[in-house]
């Protein structure tokens, strides 16, 4: 019966063929075969030490996690999509598309909810989802740190981010693959920790970070989620029903009051018009006529004396 265990295949290999040379048939020694029995005993203990050191090196390497890792904008409107509508009983092709998500992104998707427990490997949703779907609002961030603090518990072994800096965050995600994915794998965990409430010694700063709901899709024509616009600018002031300027009109409205009074005399007059002229001038300065218009208005002067002189 061959070997079968957690060996590389080459080294499966050689187990076998020792295993098969000790259980040989077996026969009384003869003379001279006490060296080929030493022999096989050594190779026995050389065996078992091998199978020692396989194991061991086995339950001393560093467990790879799987992370996921790009923005985690899709994963939380995802989520979102839970509390906002009826959970799903599964994550299917479907169901993504229906809520807007592109299909070269499902498989990535379903890893990061698979990651963090929220659905099983046929893509179902669990219990833990089933908890953040049916929260309340004050505490759906606890139970959702609970979970992200779950799936990431080796990270936060080495680095919480609530007391450690960005560096060290970091370098809590050397040695996961892909390694050129490292600074991605960063930029989703802090993205789910910032949706969870967890205060961060240092934000992500730059880089995609909004959590808005992706594109719909109806009947097949994408519609883009409403944005934030900026307020629009205020509009110009409106005519307010003023004559001239509205200085001159408050000079008007004062001498309107003095005929009110019975003291519109000469001298008010005369000082009313006076001013009224002044601010009319500084105001409204009158525009000089252009030469055409002058060379017109001559032509038509020349004109109309010709034809009085010839009517005559």
């Known amino acids: 019966m061959p070997f079968r265990g957690l060996c590389l295949p080459a080294a499966n290999h050689r187990i076998n063929l020792e295993f098969a040379r000790l259980h040989a048939p077996m026969v009384p ?25 396989m194991i061991r090196s086995a339950a001393e390497a560093p467990q790879m996690l799987n992370i996921p890792y790009g923005p985690p904008t899709n994963a939380i409107a995802i989520i ?7 959970l799903p009983d599964q994550v299917s092709d479907d169901w993504l598309r229906k809520i807007g998500i ?24 669990t219990e833990a989802a089933r908890r953040l779907a049916v929260a309340p609002s004050d505490q759906y961030g606890s139970i959702l740190e609970e979970i992200i603090r779950s799936a990431y518990g ?13 560096t060290q965050v970091d370098d809590a995600f ?17 993205g789910l920790c910032n949706e969870a409430g967890i205060s961060l010694r240092e934000p992500p700063q730059g880089g995609r970070t909004s959590t808005a709901l992706p594109k719909a899709r109806v009947n097949g024509a994408t519609i883009p989620a409403k944005r934030n616009m900026p307020p629009p600018p205020p509009p110009p002031p409106r005519y307010d029903g003023t004559l001239f300027h509205p200085a001159i009109d408050a ?3 004062e001498a309107r009051k003095l005929t009110e009074q019975d003291l519109w005399t000469k001298e008010a007059r005369d000082f009313v018009v006076q001013g009224f002229t002044t601010q ?4 409204i300065p009158v525009k000089a006529k252009t030469r055409g218009r002058r060379d017109n208005t001559e032509r038509e002067t020349g004109e109309t004396e010709t034809h009085e002189t010839t009517s005559e």
């Open 174 to 190: 050397r040695g996961e693959k892909p390694e050129s994915q490292r600074s991605r794998m960063v930029a989703f965990f802090l």
């Open 154 to 166: 080796p990270i936060f072994a080495v680095a919480d981010p609530q007391t450690a800096t960005r």
């Open 80 to 86: 979102r999509k839970w509390r906002d509508a009826a």
């Open 29 to 53: 020694p003869r003379a001279g075969e006490t060296k080929r029995i030493t022999q096989r005993k050594r190779i026995t203990r050389e065996l078992a030490l091998l199978l020692c050191d």
């Open 102 to 125: 592109k299909e070269s992104l499902f498989d990535a998707n379903r890893r990061a909810l698979s990651f963090l427990g929220l659905i099983d490997e046929a893509a179902n949703t």
């Open 251 to 253: 000079f008007l409205r």
């Open 280 to 283: 009319l001038d500084l105001f």
